[in-house]
């Protein structure tokens, strides 16, 4: 059984999940390949399955992102699948889940070559602190935080973002710098454990806690994230983070690359690397 996992050619910082992975599926039988979505070389055709992993680089052309994803779909089953990654690549996806009664961190959205102010955004929603950053992102790619003394220097940056790509704005959510903000981790249909993230801005390194046990209200709020993906996606990571009266608001839904941290937890590891195995054993029945 030929399983690829989705990475890109250079990975901008080591992936702790990819070894562990790879060696599961291995001593389960399988025989993963790694295949790098920035590769000119063409898609093997003899794949039972593609799982994406660490595409990490994708938002920097989504583009061409997106349309290899529908290669690799063309040639064997993809998971999570290309309609999902189409969907959440763009983080319009927030004001969706938020129409539909998910809270979300409160966020202002401007199209590319839009001409917005920072301060009428900070003064109509009586912001005095806040997040800028691109809606195609990750890796707090030009993600920056602007007070209205540096109001000058945040509209040059949401000036300059905007020429370029779609953004968003949103409050600074200071719980990120207390009890920090937390990434939900789901597999094939259950949250499996959570993990602490320390913020991080544009160029900062990340810092992650253990394995620590979600809530029953975490875990409630994950299940309503994916609630409508939970038997097509194999894995998600619900990131979410209190706003200062305590309820939890989603700060992103991951379902195209995130990390799930595995080493924290191998339960996690086990239940995706069983989940592959019976997702390409089905779609080689069905090939
Ligand atoms: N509204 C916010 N309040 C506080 N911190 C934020 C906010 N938005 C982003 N950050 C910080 O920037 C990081 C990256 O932003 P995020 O929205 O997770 O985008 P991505 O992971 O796609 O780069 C977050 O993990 C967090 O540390
Ligand atoms: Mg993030």
Redesign the pocket.
Known sequence: MRIAIGTCSTLPEPDPDQQLLLDALRAAGAEPVLLAWDDEAPIPTDLDLCVLRSTWTY?LDPERFLDWAERVASVTTLLNPVDVINWNHH?NYLAELEANGLPI?P?AFFDRGENASLESVMSDRSWLD??I?PTV?????L?K?FTPETMAEGQQFLADLLQDRDGMI???????DHSG?RSLVWIDGEVTHSIR?????ADAD?SVSEALTPTPQETEFATRAMRGFETRCLYARI?V?RNDSGELCL??L?LIEPSLFLMQHPPALHRLVNSMIREAQSARRSA
């Open positions: 938002y983080k961190i966020t806040v997040i950053k992102s990750a890796s707090s790619f993600t935080r949103q409050p600074y959510m200071t719980e990120v903000e993230k320390s913020p991080r801005l990340e990131d983070v700060s992103e991951e």
